[in-house]
């Protein structure tokens, strides 16, 4: 099977929601986003700091991401592999992840790339709810909860991200544009890219990439 993945695509592509499927296959799933928004939750220093870049829809700084990335992939559970969920987004954390993970010697296998229109990406992002105790993604109208507002897998309380609205949202489409974008050309000299398109159910796009993960 193959191991320490790299999962790319614009905002609501459904990356996180995949991954989340992904880890019944063994894979640590690091979600830059998810880590960044415990700090937020747990009111860091850290957390401060990003959130003055992600509620706004900009990147929050290499120099921090790139550290905080390299901590967490130090830790043991990476040992069976990783499923990189949000990183890299610009060129000089890609270059710093080739680095890190020579070191690590877990070199990245493959790189997934989640397409979707842009049409559809509004749609998802602006009726995404999200559950406040493990992170399951919703969906009000695509991926509805059993009851409203309540998570089906811990009964935790659904919530609104705050950069999921419409200016956020369009800063977030035009940084993976031009600072995230370029990255597929980047793996794909390295013939690294396997394009998936994510207009298709959820169910349907985890069977299809299992199976390539599994050939
Ligand atoms: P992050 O949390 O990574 O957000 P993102 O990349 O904008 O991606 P999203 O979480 O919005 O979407 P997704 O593709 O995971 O979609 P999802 O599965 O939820 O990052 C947030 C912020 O943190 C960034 O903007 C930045 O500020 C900062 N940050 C993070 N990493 C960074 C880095 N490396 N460098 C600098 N800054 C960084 O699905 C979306 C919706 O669609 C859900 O409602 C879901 O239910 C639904 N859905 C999913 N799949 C399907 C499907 N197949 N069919 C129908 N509906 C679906």
Redesign the pocket.
Known sequence: MKKNIILM?P???????LAKQLISLGMTHI????M?REEISNQTELGKLAAS??NA????PDEV?IKMLQNRLAKPDCENGFLL?????TLA?AEALEGMSKEINRPIETVISLTCDEEELIK??S??RVCKVCGA???IV??KPKQEGICDKCGGELYQRK?DNVESLKV?LQHYTVDTAPLLSFYSKKGLIVEFN?L???GT?FDEVKKFLLS
């Open positions: 695509g905002p609501g592509a459904g990356k996180g929601t979600s830059t986003g998810d960044f870049y992600i829809g900009h990147l929050v991401t969920d949000g990183f890299p987004r954390q998802r992002i009726g995404r993604p919703y969906h695509n991926m950069d977030r994510s298709v159910d959820s796009l």
